[in-house]
């Protein structure tokens, strides 16, 4: 059974960080494209970033490029999300997702996690 497990959410001031986790259990993560996505309250859920199965590419959406920073460690089957210069903007639940063999682009994906709250005041 394919379990994907984020931690690392939480309440944050507007300019500070946070890492996410993401813990894959069940599959082979080496062969797997990682993706983190977020919905806010309303709204779609959107893509947020992706990593490749071989972590030679990654992708971002606009709206975090340049704050946020998607790493995984195979070791330890997890992807990070690294998130600086957090605005109101990126409250949401964060979800990961995971692609056989893909390559960190929005879709599609065949795993998903229950997701982490995230909320960044002002």
């Known amino acids: 059974q394919v379990k994907l497990v984020e931690s690392g959410g939480g309440s944050v001031q507007a300019g500070g960080s946070l890492r996410l986790s993401c813990a894959a259990s069940?599959?082979?993560?080496?062969?797997?494209?990682m993706g983190w996505f977020r919905q806010a309250p309303g709204k779609e859920r959107e893509f947020v970033g992706g990593?490749?199965?071989?972590?030679?590419?990654?992708e971002y959406a606009d709206s975090v490029k340049g704050r946020f920073t998607i790493s995984r460690d195979n070791a330890k089957s997890t992807v990070y999300l690294q998130m600086n210069g957090l605005k109101p903007a990126d409250t949401a639940v964060y979800y990961c997702?995971?692609?056989?063999w893909g390559q960190g682009t929005p879709g599609p994906y065949d795993y998903w996690g229950q997701g982490t709250q995230v909320t960044v005041s002002s």
């Open positions: 997702a995971a692609a056989a």
């Open positions: 069940g599959l082979l993560f080496s062969t797997h494209g």
């Open positions: 990593i490749s199965w071989s972590g030679a590419s990654f």
